[in-house]
């Protein structure tokens, strides 16, 4: 049905690809497409090859975990080394708040926080609107672990200490602030201000 590569559907087709065929080439050069409409602000475009307004920021960290999974099953270190910059661009796209130590879901126009069609969890845009995602919080973390691994198989311990640091400080905060004793379970995202220098952020849990 799709003429065109999503990062994270892409994803999933890789890896039954990988047990299915065996077969690296089609994954490598589909990651090299998707790493080519690399934007600005650091994020891929929501498909590739395509330009559009909007894009799920969460879809590019799927793209760092396919390159770590292409090099699991493939061998191909040289691959990983080629496209550390881009995943690192990704990475750093993504911003800690230095009092809560998690990452806040981006507020730009650009971004489509999707993470599930429900309730909550597909936000077409938080204008300007502050809020800290357990969703992404979680897979910003798996998405770190994965480019440490790219990290260490290509010798770059500098890069790896540095993603090991910002694991650290996230799963650090992450159970005390979305975790509901009363609820027993995880609350979806916390927050709903407007940001600004004269007021108080609001901390609402929905």
Known sequence: REQALYCMDSRNQMIAGYYSFGETDMPRESLRLLAASQKKSGLLELTAPSEFHKTIPTFSLAWINSVSEYVLFSGDTDFGKEMLPIAK??????????????????????????????????????????????????????????????????????????????????????????????????????????????????????
């Open 89 to 206: 661009k990704i990475i750093e796209f993504f911003k800690i708040d230095p009092e809560k130590n998690l990452v806040y879901g981006p507020a730009d126009e650009e971004s489509w926080n999707l993470y599930e069609w429900n309730e909550g969890m597909n936000i077409w845009g938080l204008n300007g609107r502050i809020r800290y995602d357990a969703p992404l919080n979680a897979y910003y973390v798996l998405t770190l672990r994965k480019y440490k691994q790219i990290c260490e198989w290509t010798d770059n311990k500098g890069e790896a200490d540095w993603a090991q640091k910002l694991i650290d400080i996230i799963c650090g905060s992450f159970h005390n602030a979305f975790y509901s004793e009363e609820m027993k379970a995880y609350t979806t995202y916390l927050g709903s201000g407007i940001p600004s220098a004269n007021a108080e952020e609001t901390t609402e849990q929905e």
